[in-house]
């Protein structure tokens, strides 16, 4: 016999965008059906919980933020990824989404082969995700706890895993020499450290790892790191995805990563008739003609930022490849 056909719930008020997912659908050879309001979808996945729920924002009676929020509170139907399907593009409705629990967002009009490749990805995910949280239930895992390789198990699943499971300790990363940790009190991060940064930023950092090694280590009875960050997982990971994008945007409208950059007689006319604020400071002690986009952002806490500051600059014509 073969594997067992993942089961995906599509809600949608529209009936004819319904048949449309539905067909989108039909090339995974998943078995798929539709209902189209809130509390049939609640009603459906809480008899049989799919694998996977394809959700819209907009319904006739709770909205997707609603449907998610009351399926992140049954044991039942926690664990069963969301995938949000809006007509908003705004940034604020992605967090939003992943705030109550979701795991992405497509935005209307959307492409077949785009919802098809983000339905098999979260899947893929929540396949790690149970397979990573077995094994650590089992026998074979060390009594110090969770450990594996990032290209095996996402970060992000890892967070997740650690999180259902309400662990407190550090999740300790070591990729190539360079180490950096993640701090957990009951399942949610309350603290990071790379290099010599902590707090969100040092996690955004973090949240980039594709491959390395990792390990969990508990913390004693009673001794729960300290909390410096305030937000909860789900705002972390989605902050990381939206840096992430931005940065990759960044990147394209500045020269090669590997290319030195260097300073241009304009910065230094301009430079000579006032002092630059502390933090361009920083960034322009940098930019010596040695190093590359890569090693300057490594040595700065907020890559994001660095890297709107070198658009700027090479678009006022302040910078350039050497």
């Known amino acids: 016999m073969g594997e067992p056909k993942a089961r995906i719930l599509v809600v949608e008020d529209d009936p004819l965008v319904a048949r449309m997912m539905l067909e989108c659908l039909r090339p995974l050879e998943a078995e798929?059906?539709?209902?189209?309001?809130?509390?049939?979808?609640?009603?459906?996945?809480?008899?049989?919980?799919?694998?996977?729920?394809?959700?819209?924002?907009?319904?006739?009676?709770?909205?997707?933020?609603?449907?998610?929020?009351?399926?992140?509170?049954?044991?039942?139907?926690?664990?069963?990824?969301?995938?949000?399907?809006?007509?908003?593009?705004?940034?604020?409705?992605?967090?939003?989404?992943?705030?109550?629990?979701?795991?992405?967002?497509?935005?209307?009009?959307f492409y077949y082969e785009e919802v098809r490749a983000r339905v098999l990805s979260a899947l893929q995910r929540a396949a790690a995700a149970r397979a990573a949280a077995a094994e650590a239930a089992g026998p074979t895992v060390p009594a110090a706890g969770i450990q594996g390789r990032l290209q095996e198990v996402s970060l992000p699943n890892v967070i997740q895993i650690l999180e259902v499971e309400r662990k407190t300790g550090t999740l300790e990363l070591e990729r190539g020499g360079e180490r950096a940790a993640l701090h957990f009190d009951e399942g949610q991060i309350v603290d990071a450290a790379w290099k010599d940064h902590g707090g969100e930023m040092a996690v955004y950092r973090i949240l980039q790892w594709t491959e390395g090694a990792f390990r969990f280590d508990p913390a004693a009875a009673g001794a729960a790191p300290a909390q410096r960050i305030q937000s909860n997982n789900q705002h972390l990971l989605m902050e990381g995805m939206r840096r992430l994008d931005e940065g990759a945007r960044l990147l394209g409208e500045l020269p090669p990563p590997d290319r030195p950059l260097r300073t241009t007689p304009h910065l230094a006319a301009m430079l000579a008739k006032r002092r630059p604020a502390a933090d361009l400071k920083q960034l322009l002690d940098l930019i010596d003609g040695r190093r590359g986009i890569g090693e300057i952002l490594q040595a700065l806490p907020d890559d994001l930022q660095a890297l709107e500051a070198l658009v700027r600059l090479k678009e006022h014509g302040f910078i350039e490849a050497s």
């Open 32 to 109: 798929a059906w539709a209902v189209h309001s809130g509390r049939e979808a609640l009603t459906e996945a809480e008899a049989a919980p799919p694998d996977l729920i394809l959700l819209g924002v907009i319904l006739p009676d709770l909205d997707g933020f609603a449907v998610t929020a009351k399926l992140k509170e049954k044991a039942a139907t926690r664990d069963v990824p969301v995938i949000l399907v809006t007509t908003q593009a705004r940034i604020q409705d992605r967090v939003r989404g992943l705030e109550v629990g979701a795991v992405d967002c497509i935005t209307k009009p």
